[in-house]
């Protein structure tokens, strides 16, 4: 079995007197593509974040590349995508590249790396606010890639886009994990589901299931995973998060 690059345990998350995450356990692996399954409210967002070190936590322990998550340690290594795009509209996308990597102190190089990864050498010297929808995103993950990190946590990165820019990110992910990253994708349109490797089905900031594609159809004894996450649901009364 491929060696853990997150592990949580037993993570809870309390905002005000709501408990929003309720005592979740599970491993990521390296060199795949775990996705964050559930609709709006779920919690994916709050896990992504503890995930990343930004998030307090009110109890549990998380462990991203054998460090506890937010770990100095861990800057170089942890590339993170919010759902709003991180780059500035007023600058090009080189400039927001060259200005996150000194950030970051990457590599120089880096910069001109990440835009022919992503397909973005014709949109180097666009204003960020002339970037169509599918060049924004991919402007957002360039940043994320800076510094060759080991480990992409990405949030709702296809949100918004049409089925073709859809496919083309999803395209680039499985890219990545094919060269060793391990991405964690979180996504609320359950098509999506079929395109990971293992899937952490989420609703009310509980994990309802953490499986394969495949076997998750198995357990629920359907073929089609929306059908299966509803059959999860009916099965588990709903709670409040």
Known sequence: MPASVIEVRNLRVVRGRREVLHDLSFDVFRGSVTGLIGPSGCGKTTLMRAIVGVQLVGGGTISVLGHLAGN???RRSVGYSTQDAAVYADLTVAENLRYFAALLRAPRPDVDRVIGELGLTDARGQLVSDLSGGQLHRAS?????LGKPELLVLDEPTVGLDPALRQELWELFRGLAGR???LVVSSHVMDEAARCDRLLLMRDGHILADDT???????TGTPDLDEAFLRLV??????RA
């Open 213 to 219: 594609p495949a076997g998750l159809r198995a357990a």
């Open 234 to 239: 009916s099965a588990r009364p709903a709670t």
């Open 141 to 145: 993950l360039a940043v994320a890639l």
């Open 180 to 182: 060793g990253l391990t």
């Open 72 to 74: 100095r340690a861990l």
